[in-house]
């Protein structure tokens, strides 16, 4: 069996294994989703229940708990936003976060021979993917590389070490480094899972499939997901693109892309009414993991958010500040830094007043905060009392609750 790929841009159409089509852009898997209906959903766990739409079929074993993450809504959320938020929680993944889709997938499809002649998998990463694509690589026992930018957060370094791939930090631009192991990949057998590889966009359609599912009939009227390289927001156009011409939706939903303000290239080309998506110089962000210069399906992004009536923002680091502690302290979620762009994004829409506040609106929480101790901030010393103590601070305590 072959895979064979199509561009979304020129129409292009390969069977060989290739990331990109000769006029530059990024490759989709060509996959048949007519007479695609809801009812063809299996009881296959997790991400597996959308089988019919996906390239492979269920490998089992860890793939199983890709997928399948909650989506929930909280008043105090929805009173911070302003309008009616629905949270997937995407950081329930094995790996916590979204990640796992596209490595779940990818790694299947490797471990099956479906990936041209590679029997080894690598990746290049600021985290999120290494930590995901070395775990699912460790279950399928492939040999995997990870290629790092050596500035990495060294305890998310100790994360990705435990699965024992080869880890590399590299010294370079992050840009070159994506499209040299791609190069590479070919020459050495070895199949890079990046950001938005054809492989990694097919299992990240999932998580637009089940907020659809969810909302089915209905679909939400937007859906915000921060955007770094622009490959989950690929997954989640080509989802949408699926369900409407098998008819499962009858409306596309809004989508709406989240950046940093201090590197959003994505953004800063929607403002200009751009074509293309250029690379910027990258200021300072705490949503670090978004910040990638020169997304290499950034235009694909844009596209995507033009052809749904969406827009493409950026937030301040303080607008992600607030959202992450609203999602904390209002509705107990932890996230990292980078996925609390998607309240803010959600909260600057409603305020522009593009987004009701009559309006549904899936805001997608990428990945835990649990992965980094920085994400809480600085930690405040707490109180301190003697075990003698304790019935006069619980005294207190409950006064002060009350
Ligand atoms: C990778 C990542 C993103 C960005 O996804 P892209 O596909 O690169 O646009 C956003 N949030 C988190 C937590 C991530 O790990
Ligand atoms: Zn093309």
Redesign the pocket.
């Known amino acids: 069996m072959t895979l064979s790929r199509v561009c979304y841009d020129c129409g292009a159409r390969t069977n060989a294994p290739v990331a990109r089509c000769d006029c530059g852009e990024p490759m989709w898997l060509e996959t048949d989703p007519e007479g695609f209906d809801w009812d063809d959903c299996s009881d296959e766990p997790g991400m597996w229940r959308y089988e019919s739409l996906l390239p492979i079929s269920r490998p089992g074993g860890i793939a199983d708990a890709a997928g399948g993450t909650p989506l929930v809504t909280d008043a105090a959320i929805d009173a911070f936003a302003g309008t009616n938020v629905h949270l997937k929680l995407?950081g329930e993944h094995p790996t916590g976060?979204?990640?796992d889709r596209g490595s779940a997938l990818g790694i299947a499809a490797v471990a099956a021979g479906l990936a041209g002649d590679g029997s080894a998998v690598g990746t290049v990463?600021?985290?999120?993917?290494a930590m995901s694509t070395a775990a699912f690589a460790a279950a399928a026992d492939l040999p995997c590389v990870v290629f790092v930018p050596d500035d990495i957060p060294s305890e998310r370094l100790a994360v990705i070490d435990q699965f024992d791939p080869s880890l590399v930090t590299v010294a370079g631009e992050y840009g070159r480094l994506y499209d040299e192991t791609l190069r590479l990949g070919t020459e050495h057998g070895i199949v890079f899972l990046n950001?938005?590889v054809p492989l990694r966009v097919e299992g990240?359609k999932t998580t637009a499939l089940e907020i659809c599912e969810a909302f089915a009939p209905d679909v939400p009227d937007a859906i915000v997901?921060?955007?770094?390289?622009?490959?989950?927001?690929?997954?989640v156009w080509k989802a949408l693109r699926e369900l409407h011409e098998a008819g499962a939706i009858a409306d596309v939903p809004k989508l709406y892309f989240v950046q940093a303000a201090a590197c959003a290239p994505i953004a800063e080309a929607f403002d200009a009414g751009a074509d293309e998506v250029t690379s910027v110089v990258a200021g300072e962000t705490i949503a670090y993991?978004?910040a990638?210069a020169d997304?290499p399906?950034g235009t694909r992004?844009l596209r995507a958010a033009r052809e749904t009536g969406g827009a493409v923002i950026a937030v301040s680091d303080d607008e992600i500040r607030a959202a992450q502690h609203a999602l904390a302290v209002d509705a107990g979620i932890t996230?990292?830094t980078?996925?609390a762009t998607a309240l803010a994004g959600t909260k600057r829409v409603v305020e522009e007043g593009t987004i009701d506040p009559s309006d549904h609106v899936a805001a997608v929480l990428?990945?835990t905060g649990l992965k980094e101790a920085s994400t809480a901030g600085s930690p405040t010393s707490g109180d301190h009392v003697e075990l003698p103590a304790l019935g006069e601070y619980l005294t207190e305590f409950t006064g002060h609750a009350d």
């Open positions: 995407e976060s979204f990640k990463s600021h985290g999120n993917m950001s938005d990240q997901l921060p955007v770094s390289s622009g490959g989950h927001a690929s997954g993991s978004i990638n997304p399906s992004a996230v990292e980078s996925s990428t990945g």
